[in-house]
């Protein structure tokens, strides 16, 4: 029988149980810059816990994209320096962790908070081009992989729900094949 404290394969990763530690915000201030000692220990403990794979906090891209004050993003000075200490302590314990990014609202260059039928061809590239680049970031502070957030009624969420996108372009339409 199948057990929650097995080692299992996800994907390329494998796991040193099944359980997954989910996404969930660390920050405790406003400064948006370096993270602080809590903040290691706490992954410290969350790695040496037993848990198979961690998920970080959801990290925005652009500096400006928040919906609650203490919201991480990727782009301070120290953001390589501290996950990748983040990234080792969890490596140090063989736990594969994925850097978690998100879209709270979009700015596509017209409007900072475009909705899903606004966007143009090229509103798309440009977050496909951000998607890529954080992933890049990620990488170079040594994640193992990126979770693309797409709940919580934020904009990507807000992009495959039919309610809010009635784009009749390839980005819109039913996602089941048929
Ligand atoms: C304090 C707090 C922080 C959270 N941070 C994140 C996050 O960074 N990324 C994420 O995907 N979800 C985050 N969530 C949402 C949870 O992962 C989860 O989806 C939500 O709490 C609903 O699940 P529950 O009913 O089991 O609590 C957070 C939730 C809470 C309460």
Not at 65 to 83: E, L, Q
Not at 114 to 130: F, H, S, V, Y
Request: aromatic residues 16%; charged residues 25%; hydrophobic residues 40%.
């Amino acid at each position: 029988m199948k057990d929650l404290f097995d080692e299992c394969k996800f994907g390329d990763f494998n796991l040193k149980s099944r359980v997954i530690r989910t996404g969930g915000w660390e920050r405790d201030s406003e400064d948006g810059g370096f993270i602080k000692p809590a903040v290691f220990e706490r992954y410290e403990n969350i790695a040496k816990s037993g848990v198979g794979l961690i998920v970080s906090e959801m990290f925005a891209l652009d500096p400006k994209d928040r919906f609650y004050p203490y919201c991480a993003n990727m782009n301070y000075k120290g953001f390589i320096k501290d996950y990748k200490q983040v990234t080792n302590l969890a490596h140090h314990f063989e736990v594969p962790i994925l850097g978690q990014l998100a879209f709270f609202f979009y700015d596509d260059g017209v409007n900072q908070k475009a909705e899903p039928n606004d966007l143009t061809i090229e509103g798309i590239r440009k977050l496909q081009a951000e998607v890529v680049m954080a992933a890049k970031k990620f990488s170079f502070a040594g994640f193992d992989g990126i979770q693309i957030n797409m709940a919580h009624n934020f904009y990507l969420a807000r992009f495959i729900n039919p309610y809010f996108n009635q784009r009749t372009d390839e980005y819109g339409g039913n996602t089941e094949i048929g």
